[in-house]
């Protein structure tokens, strides 16, 4: 019988996110400023990179530039919601030619959101914390 003076304890475990950016010193640095932040991160550099890797780290959201060489983050997020069905996915791009990878995905039932670049820190915890 549980004691109803202890409150239950709540599952705390951090968010995992899985970051992508081919630009090494963005995906590091979201990866630091993240987890200074409470959430659990892992950075990668390539889309397919990240669904390697989230074959096996399980991610609960996929944060990624939308472009980049080889794979693009709209492709890796696609490869990853299939694998990952409860995955959230969150693309960033400075680019304003992502907005037609953007629409052909939509066309293919993905409904994937996307913040504009460049994207203040606060900006993104308060974002995820609402994720």
């Not at 990624?64 to 693009?72: E, H, L, W």
């Amino acid at each position: 019988m549980e004691n109803p003076a202890q409150p239950a304890v709540l599952d705390r475990t951090p968010l995992k996110i899985l970051i992508a950016d081919d630009e090494h010193t963005i995906a590091d640095t979201l990866a630091i400023i993240l987890r200074k932040n409470g959430f659990d991160t892992v950075a990668v550099y390539e889309g397919m990179e990240a669904v390697t890797k989230a074959q096996t780290w399980k991610p609960d959201l996929f944060l990624s530039d939308v472009m980049m060489p080889g794979m693009n983050g709209i492709e890796a997020a696609i490869e990853i919601t299939k694998l990952i069905p409860g995955c959230r996915v969150l693309l960033f791009s400075g680019n304003a030619d992502s907005a037609g990878l953007l629409h052909d995905s939509r066309v293919q039932g993905h409904n994937f959101e996307i913040l504009q670049k460049p994207l203040h820190p606060s900006d993104l915890i308060a974002h995820l914390k609402n994720v």
